[in-house]
Every structure is written in structure tokens, then in C-alpha cells.
T-cell receptor, first 117, second 112 residues
Framework: GAVVSQHPSWVICKSGTSVKIECRSLDFQATTMFWYRQFPKQSLMLMATSNEGSKATYEQGVEKDKFLINHASLTLSTLTVTSAHPEDSSFYIC?????????????FGPGTRLTVL | QKEVEQNSGPLSVPEGAIASLNCTYSDRGSQSFFWYRQYSGKSPELIMSIYSNGDKEDGRFTAQLNKASQYVSLLIRDSQPSDSATYLCAVISLDYGQNFVFGPGTRLSVLP
């Protein structure tokens, strides 16, 4: 099956610092990658959609200058949380789209738990 | 009306019973439907995809799709405590730019 990895799996940082999260599709090429955020006991919230080689499309209410997304290759997308604050503490999950014919399936990475002190 | 709706639960079933999870969607043109399972503190994992009307079986799981009624369900036979998780229904919606739209999820609890 399709495997997506994320790194790091858990990060604790001080308020005001920046944190980079990597998302890799290990055994397939992902033309599209998605970034989600999930707060405890809440459902997934799509933050942005990134296509390889182009700018990410952000969902309404998501600050593009705070959450920088780069999708430089078909197997790697990065999310950088700039000047993180405690309210940014959350579970960040990426997924990669595996396009087979006319259908798309999203495969999720294991997630990155961010704690901002 | 929300794009994808699910009962939030929790749905409690005894071990060995059939768990039935339901999902409705608003975009009549949707063609692709998915069920994901998410354990607490973990990311979602794909259980099944279904594209045609009818039933699709995979082990203890059966997905059922009825496009006329805009309804997709997941049946879990012989439920086990390890099936306790939140189940997310996802639809590729043409109304939403052919992006995945997730339902809020149904929390299932299988009681030993």
C-alpha cells in the first residue's frame, strides 16, 4: 500500500520559534498533498492543499504567512509554522494524493504533535 | 446543509455484534467515497473505498453505496474491542473542487 511518513512525530518548542514538519510519500508520487490540523476531540480541519511546483491553496481563515507550505517535489511537502504560539499547539497531519486513473485516494501520514510552550 | 454528515455518536455495540455506521452527502455528482478509521491520538487510516452502487466487502467490513439516496454506510461484522475508534466518511465532491470532504466522524465503542 501507499506509505506516507512525517517527521518529526512530536516536537516541543518555545513560543516565537519556527517549526518545520516534513511529509514524504515513500512509494508513490504525490501530485497533491494536504495539510490538516486536529485539536483534541475535534474533527480534521483542512488547512491547505499543495500541488507540486505551485503555490499552496489555503482554506479560509488559515494564515498563509504563518503556515508556510512548500511542495518542491513529487514526494516531499513541508509545513513551517512560523513564530509559533501556544494556540498553535495541535496535531498536524499530512496526506498525499495517489491518483490512479480518475480516482484519488488520500493516504495519511502518522501526524506530528506540536506543543508550543 | 453540510457536505458530508455523520452521526457523532458514540455508537456502542457489544462484542461480536454488527456495527452500522452511516454517512450522507449533499453533492449529487460525487463519485468516490471512502471510509477511514482513526484511533485516538493517531492519524486516519484508509479502510475502504467504494465507487459503484451496491455492496463492497473486505473481510469483516462491508461498504454500501446508494447514490440515488446519497447515502454510504459501513458495516463491521463480528465487532471487536479493537474496532473502537472514530470512523470518518470522506467524499470527493465536485462542488468542492474535486477535493476530499470529510464528515465529522462517528465514534464507535465496542464493549467486551
Amino acid at each position: 500500500g501507499a506509505v506516507v511518513s512525517q517527521h518529526p512525530s512530536w516536537v516541543i518548542c518555545k513560543s516565537g520559534t519556527s517549526v518545520k514538519i516534513e511529509c514524504r510519500s515513500l512509494d508513490f508520487q504525490a501530485t497533491t498533498m494536504f495539510w490538516y490540523r486536529q485539536f483534541p476531540k475535534q474533527s480534521l480541519m483542512l488547512m491547505a492543499t499543495s500541488n507540486e511546483g505551485s503555490k499552496a491553496t489555503y482554506e479560509q481563515g488559515v494564515e498563509k504567512d504563518k503556515f508556510l507550505i512548500n511542495h518542491a517535489s513529487l514526494t516531499l511537502s513541508t509545513l513551517t509554522v512560523t513564530s509559533a504560539h501556544p494556540e498553535d499547539s495541535s496535531f498536524y497531519i499530512c496526506s498525499a494524493g495517489d491518483r490512479r486513473g480518475i480516482t484519488d485516494t488520500q493516504y495519511f501520514g502518522p501526524g506530528t504533535r506540536l506543543t508550543v510552550l | 446543509q453540510k457536505e458530508v454528515e455523520q452521526n457523532s455518536g458514540p455508537l456502542s455495540v457489544p462484542e461480536g455484534a454488527i456495527a452500522s455506521l452511516n454517512c450522507t452527502y449533499s453533492d449529487r455528482g460525487s463519485q468516490s467515497f471512502f471510509w477511514y478509521r482513526q484511533y485516538s491520538g493517531k492519524s486516519p487510516e484508509l479502510i475502504m473505498s467504494i465507487y459503484s452502487n451496491g455492496d463492497k466487502e473486505d473481510g469483516r467490513f462491508t461498504a454500501q453505496l446508494n447514490k440515488a439516496s446519497q447515502y454510504v454506510s459501513l458495516l463491521i461484522r463480528d465487532s471487536q474491542p479493537s474496532d473502537s475508534a472514530t470512523y470518518l466518511c470522506a467524499v470527493i465532491s465536485l462542488d468542492y473542487g474535486q477535493n476530499f470532504v470529510f464528515g465529522p466522524g462517528t465514534r464507535l465503542s465496542v464493549l467486551p
